[in-house]
């Protein structure tokens, strides 16, 4: 097969999520700085970029929409990468903090919704008064997360379960009524397999560090405490959005891609499988329709199960590896009222619901009230999360009878019965990687199979947040461009 006459080296990347785009995006800034010249064709089988960056606008009263999102509606601060990139993109004067004045978190206990206590930090007692005067746990539970000051702390570097670690530090009450609607729910995961080194790894570096995760914790927030120099008594966001919605992000990405001569962006485009040129070193993507893409180096954005199916003739084992990360199915509801129906405060993030409670739903969060510009004034919009591990069967219910349920679980827990203003679901099947334990040993061994000039990255592998497949995309990109500097074909 020939090869495309121009003398620049040509990369596809397969698949137009976040993360296929910021590949393309910094395999750009690192071919410039570097001084390589290159072409990147992006594929995309679906009619619309972004993947699961779904954000929808419904007319309202007025020039102010409500603004829905179908998958993610923020990222997280800590980790800088997703902020930086949207810098990088102009976005700066559009980024939008979430209202930090209204920062509380509730978790359904026994029925009824209780504040998590004021410095719990995810999981962490760092103010004593609140959590010993707090109704979510029992007196024995309390002393027995005490007992993480004098507990010794693992030092082997083996992994384990996310219920293993917190049973072992913290105690199972903590665990059913702290760590798994707040660490499992971010991951819609089952913390008797989740991953705690795939998942959160900072636990495990406290515990070594300083020898208990309360000991841990105050010191990170001694350390990282806001500087007074800035507006007085303002807190720095652990979250952040984009005025219009997370699609902003990807809609920019697309929007500066597209100006790029050299980069090639296709919707509609069904990739059937990636497999060697005839005695090349590059790669021929096969497409449903139309001729095949050569390239030079292939990066798979793609969930794992349709990246084993592409790979499988070039990288048998490697295929076999990436089709055995589990999956599971997820969805959201969005519901919106005039606000003078409800007669619910809202004051708050939401409501974490435990397992242990077994509810049909998982969670809620009150839109309007975490961020501003999600809806008009007058009105309040929430968001339900049902399905995943704890209830798959959500996923096959009708519209009707979810909305049902929904309004139920509103009055049952919140006490609303108003009639919605309108309503939007978002279901996501086979969407949601699951970190099980050892996650990373099997992500290295999967890149460790893969033929070289060819990629998997993305929400499977190191992170499923924003800011963790932007991280993911710029350091493929870097190991790229690294590998084809000075190379010749």
Known sequence: MMRPADSAVHLAVVGGGITGLAVAWYLRRESEARGRDLRITVLESSDR?????????????????????????SFLTQKPWALELSRELGLEDRLLNTNDSMRRVFVLNHGRPTPLPDGVLLIVPTRILPFALSPLLSPLAKLRMGADLIIPPKRDGEDETIAEFITRRLGREALDKIAEPLMSGIYNAEAEK????ATFPRFRALEVEHGSLIRGMLASRKAHRPSTDGAPGRKPSMFTSLVSGTSELADALVDRLGREPAVD?????????????????????????GPPVVADAVVLCTPSTVAARLASRIAPEAATMLEAIRYVSTGTISVAFRRDEIAHPLDGFGLVIPRSERRPINAITWTS??????????FALLRVFFGGS?????????????????????????????APVFHRIYRWFDANPQYDKGHLDRVSAIEAALPPGLYATGSA?????????VHQARETAKRIVSGLHGSSR
Do not use: N
Not at 369 to 378: L, N, Q, S, V
Not at 461 to 469: F, H, L, M, S, T
């Open 49 to 73: 970029w972004g993947g699961k960056i779904v954000t929808e606008k419904v007319g309202g009263p007025g020039d102010a929409p409500f603004v829905v999102e179908g998958g993610p509606d």
């Open 194 to 197: 989740q991953s705690l080194l």
């Open 265 to 289: 962006l296709r919707l509609g485009i069904r990739v059937e499988s990636v497999e060697r040129a005839a005695g090349e070193r590059s790669f021929v993507v096969r497409l449903a329709a």
């Open 369 to 378: 009230t975490k961020f501003d510009h999600r809806a008009p004034p007058g």
């Open 390 to 418: 704890r209830h798959p069967e959500m996923m096959r219910t009708s519209d009707e009878e979810l909305l049902a349920v929904v309004r139920s679980e509103f009055e049952a827990l919140m006490g609303i019965d108003a």
């Open 461 to 469: 592998y190191r992170g499923i947040g924003i800011p963790d497949c």
